[in-house]
């Protein structure tokens, strides 16, 4: 089955997708993306993941190349064109195409706007049930960690050295001592009274809309939470870990550098989230999850049409 790629305007096949070689996110990394999960051919947190798309290109003074509705017109017609069931729907906006100068362009150039699909089970994945190992490493990024830019090669080297030391994901450590959040995905513990632990928001992590949509849960279950920096000591010795994304959901940490957390096991409060999180994607008890946020943050899930 053909593949389909949306590159400024145009359906195109996934493999002839291309950039102008002076597209400034290719050239200065000038540009911002967002992925939104798709289960059983809903989007999830839809909204929530455009919200913080239009915040970065707040951010980084780009405009938006559509307007919200046309943008989700777009999504929907690309996963339609790739019979998308699940998976992630990937954008990428950057300030466009220019001559070479670090500055921005006197005349503001069209936004360029690329958008791709991954087809993937991400409900049914072994990580869920067999846990993750993740590493500690220095926090090396710049300090506008907030904006979802596509400056990620920081990122990505914290990604490769976890995945040479046979771990999942690498979870960074700030100059005082504290994890700020992983490559990828944000870094949570649980504390030996039932606690929920992670660091608050800031320009030193990236607000994960899954993060927020798991501090709805919790409020919906009773559950306990804190937002705060803990260390590495701490996140070694916590009773449960795991770690949260779009696309990582909920997914138990079973080992820290050489330490394994509780019995190495997927802990029974990660795994509560995890199921508590599904049912919100397959759409139960998603309307329970709405109060705690204010209008537009966390929405029923829309069905592709």
């Known amino acids: 089955m053909a593949r389909f ?24 990394a000038d540009g911002v993306y ?8 809903s989007m999830i947190d839809e909204d929530p993941h455009l919200d913080r798309l239009g915040r970065s290109l707040d951010e ?12 989700k017109m777009i999504m929907r017609e690309l996963v339609r064109r790739n019979r998308l069931v699940g998976g ?29 699909t991954t087809a993937i089970d991400l409900a049914a994945q072994p990580k869920f049930r067999d ?18 830019t596509v400056s990620l090669l920081p990122n990505c080297l914290g990604k490769q050295q976890a995945a040479e030391a046979g771990a999942y994901e690498a979870w960074q450590v700030d100059r005082d001592g504290y994890v700020t959040e992983g490559t990828s995905s944000n870094a949570w ?11 608050e928001l800031s320009i030193d992590i990236l607000s994960g809309v899954t993060r927020r949509t798991i501090f709805a849960i919790a409020e919906t279950e009773g559950l306990e939470y804190e937002e705060r920096p ?13 770690a949260s994304s779009a696309t990582s959901f909920v997914t138990p940490v079973v080992q820290v550098d050489d330490t394994m957390i509780g019995d190495g096991k997927p802990g029974p409060l990660a795994l509560k989230l995890l199921d508590w999180y599904l049912d919100y994607c397959a759409g139960g008890r998603r309307d329970k999850h709405v109060g705690p946020w ?3 943050e966390i929405e029923p899930l829309r069905e592709i049409a």
Not at 103 to 108: K, M
Not at 189 to 199: C, Q, Y
């Open 5 to 28: 790629a949306y590159v400024n305007g145009r359906y195109v096949l996934h493999d002839k997708a291309t950039v102008h070689v002076e597209d400034r996110g290719y050239q200065f």
């Open 189 to 199: 513990i649980v504390t030996d009274a039932g606690k929920l632990l992670t660091r």
């Open 88 to 116: 992630l729907v990937y954008m990428q906006i950057t300030r466009g195409v220019a001559p070479r100068d670090h500055q921005f362009p006197a005349v503001a150039p069209p936004p360029a706007l690329v958008m791709t």
């Open 131 to 148: 846990g993750v190992k993740v590493i500690t490493i220095p926090d090396i990024r710049w300090t506008r960690c907030d904006i979802k």
């Open 34 to 41: 967002e992925v939104v999960p798709v289960v059983g051919r």
């Open 60 to 71: 980084l003074m780009i405009a938006m190349p559509v307007s919200r509705q046309v943008l």
């Open 230 to 242: 803990f260390t590495v000591a701490e996140a070694r010795s916590a009773c449960e870990a795991f």
């Open 294 to 296: 204010t209008a537009g």
